[in-house]
């Protein structure tokens, strides 16, 4: 049982605690203590424990809450589970929202298991405020808190580190990326370079091959001109030939003549 402050304490802590739970619903809490019809009067001592099934294979916290009839709570707590089970030893009364009539006792553990539990509570009337059991109630609570804090710090420490590691081989991918990209550019300049290298022998051979076709045009006129002095000369050649063959016989015909 635990006084107003006391729970909206422990109310932050499970909500820390809780925090990661899964959205899917895995499992069920049985309770085996309040056992089944169980009844309380005045400031008496009680324990709620459970076991879940199935049993949790990591660490594991369950969060209990219990309610008066009016739906006010009056008690909170947030349990390690061990091997499947927990346990936590609190007291009825104490406050003005311990009235009689049945309380609800709900269980909720980090993975979304949930279960339910019933009492009855009878209070007297005229019974005095236990003040040496609230302190030691609040002296509990506050060992419970501290010990769930140093948990939670312990884990944000881990999730710092795991972050710091993180960051640092991204920071070293991110260089040897840039690194790449200035090879990646110094290459591209040497393409570029390559390519305009290229581009001005291209020019060249251009140049040297309409050079090479105005050279060969010239020299096939020149072939030309040349086959065409060939015929002329071979058509001189044979009219003298054939003048000189006629002369010849001429003079033939005239030395038979002057012989008979």
Known sequence: MKTLPTLAA????????????VVNAAG???FTSPASGASYTNSQTYTISGTISPAPTQADQVGLTVKNPTGQTVDLASVTVSSGSFSYSTAVGGTAAWVTGTYTITALD???????ATFSYTSTTGS?????????NIQGNQ????????????????????QATSESSEA???TAIQNSLGTLSSAVSQLQSSLTSIGTQVGTI??????????ITTAANNAQSAANAVSSTQTY??????LAAITLVLELAILVRKIS
């Open 10 to 21: 422990v109310a932050i802590a499970m909500a820390l605690v809780l925090s990661p739970m």
């Open 28 to 30: 069920s809490i049985t």
């Open 110 to 116: 980090s993975y979304g298991a949930t279960g339910t």
């Open 128 to 136: 005095g405020y236990n003040v040496t059991k609230a302190l030691i």
């Open 143 to 162: 060992s419970i808190i501290l010990a769930q804090l140093a948990t939670l710090q312990k884990d944000l420490k881990g999730n710092f580190t795991a």
């Open 172 to 174: 070293t991918a991110l």
């Open 206 to 215: 251009n140049s040297n091959v309409q050079s090479l076709g105005s050279q």
């Open 237 to 242: 050649v044979l009219v003298v030939a054939v």
